[in-house]
């Protein structure tokens, strides 16, 4: 027999050893670990022979749980809080498995795990990220093992494992501890947004924002408007009781459509500052997606206001049948709470119409529609005036500007006066009428269409030419208005290509064209 009869005799060996071995019944039987042993001392019974319940969190309100059982336990003086040791392997392992294992022996005498939690815009709390509680709750030992969501581990949410000698005084517990969070949350009277995670469904992240300060002057709309909007977001709400009284339903859905840079999100950003110590959850573009647990947090928390900013952009994904799925999403979470629940949903959209057949498909979900339309002259004026409040632009000046920016919005307002100091700063002067109208006439020219797009300034002639179907309307949300005939206007509603007008930089082209037969 040579060498490689021998090596192949020898794997054989082993192969059959390894089969054997695998064939074999483990005896061992799964023991308490230390953990398990502490968590008997505490409880006075075998902590194995229990049952544990689960609470899954979403991450945002572990911070909220920590309060909540801080809380719990601060009439116990003896109150412990338990570091796990064990390796990676504890990670991997529920309440049951770390009280109980066949292999692996955990122990509670490890430093516990902290992590630094977020707790307002610019406050921030210490959190228990791993670790186990043994405290009194009303004469009663208890045992809660908390754990932050770990997405290396698998983790999505933070989790909290219930353990007492009796069930129902489990099941209480879960229950006072939910009121406790809901009432020391960090998220009342606080403005959040929600982001998407990076690495599968749910929230990745919130942040709390500060509450903005837009007084009723600084939001220039036309007489009545603002009023209306303030009085059903927020009068409904300071008249609650009374109404809750009288039968009537609090939950509200306003919907704020029109141009874009009309001044939606400012009229948001002004409820906003007219709500103090309301919950305020803004939801935009793909966290549209978390309209479920924001409508939850929002009836915890009420009363709150949810923001929905730009729902068109959900509402023109299409799917395979049709309007995006997401989109009656949106609107079902609306229809979705108690009616005494004191929650305004405050959605804004640029493009009503893309809106309309899902409105229609779920009637009563918006009690309320305002549209915030282009500035008229007076509006104008007031803008301009108030962008330039601090600067030496004559009232004369500023009013022949707002009778020439017909059409704008009031982005372009204040875009206007940006260009006007940012010019006569690199020309080192300083601000005056001309340089107003210079920076007018640059964002009115032919050459700043792509500018007049983004700003909303207005075509060149105010009435369409025949034949030009809805491309003065098309510009009006800032689609391009005036383009050669070689591009020609895009018809935002039609599906169509149609010759802008008149122009003489392109009608010697036409003329060309027409003459060689291309027209």
């Not at 959605?347 to 009563?364: K, S, V």
């Amino acid at each position: 027999m040579d060498q490689a009869d021998r090596d192949s005799a020898l794997l054989s060996d082993l192969q059959r050893l390894l089969h054997r071995l695998n064939e074999m019944p483990d005896a061992r039987e799964p023991r308490l670990t230390a953990v398990g042993e502490r968590v008997a001392r505490h409880l006075g019974v075998d902590p194995t022979t229990l049952p544990v319940l689960t609470e899954p969190l979403p991450p945002h309100r572990l911070v909220d749980a920590d309060l909540a059982l801080d809380a719990l336990a601060a009439d116990d003086p003896d109150a412990t809080v338990h570091g796990i040791t064990g390796g990676q392997e504890r990670q991997h392992e529920d309440l049951p498995s770390l009280l109980r294992h066949r292999y692996a022996s955990f122990s509670a005498d490890a430093p516990p795990e902290f992590a630094s939690a977020a707790t307002g815009p610019r406050a921030t709390r210490r959190v228990l990220s791993f670790g186990l509680r043994l405290f009194r709750h009303e004469g009663l030992p208890v045992a809660v093992l908390q754990r932050a969501a770990n997405r290396m581990y698998g983790r999505e949410a933070a989790v909290l494992e219930i353990l007492t000698a009796d069930a129902e005084v489990t099941a209480a517990l879960a229950a006072q501890l939910h009121r406790r969070m809901n009432e020391l949350s960090v998220v009342r009277g606080n403005v959040v947004t929600f982001a998407q995670s990076e690495y599968g469904q749910g929230i990745g992240s919130m942040t709390f924002l500060e509450r903005p300060t837009v007084t009723a002057d600084e939001v220039i709309l036309p007489e009545g408007v603002l009023s209306r909007i303030r009085d059903h977001v927020v009068g409904i709400g300071q008249h609650a009781d009374a109404l809750r009284a009288r039968g009537q339903h609090l939950k509200r859905g306003v919907l704020l459509y029109g141009p874009p840079g009309t001044g939606k999100t400012l009229t948001v950003r002004h409820l906003l500052h007219e709500t103090p110590g309301t919950t305020a959850v803004l939801l935009q573009g793909g966290a549209l997606s978390l309209i479920g647990e924001a409508a939850r947090l929002a009836r915890a928390m009420a009363p709150s206001i949810v923001v929905l900013e730009d729902v068109d952009l959900v509402a023109s994904e299409r799917g395979m049948f049709g309007l995006q799925p997401l989109l009656f999403e949106v609107l079902d979470a609306l229809d979705g709470l108690d009616g005494d629940a004191d929650v305004a949903f405050v959605l804004t959209t640029n493009r009503a119409d893309i809106l309309e057949p899902a409105l229609a498909a779920r009637p009563g979900r918006v009690d309320l529609a305002v549209e915030i339309p282009l500035p008229d002259a007076a509006a104008r004026r007031a803008l301009l005036g108030t962008y330039a409040a601090d600067l030496p632009l004559s009232r004369v000046a500023l009013d022949a500007a707002a009778e020439r920016a017909e059409g704008v919005t009031a982005s372009f307002a204040k875009e206007l006066i940006r260009r006007a100091v940012l010019a006569a700063t690199l020309a080192g002067a300083e601000v005056d009428d001309e340089r107003l109208r210079q920076a007018l006439d640059e964002m009115l020219a032919s050459r700043e269409g792509i500018s007049r797009a983004l700003f909303g300034g207005d075509v060149h002639s105010a009435e369409p030419d025949e034949g030009q179907g809805d491309a003065a309307s098309g510009a009006s949300f800032g689609w391009f208005a005036s383009q050669p005939l070689a591009g020609g206007v895009f018809l935002g509603g039609a599906g169509g290509m149609s010759p802008g007008p008149e122009d003489p930089a392109t009608r010697d082209e036409r003329i060309t064209r027409e003459d060689s037969g291309e027209g």
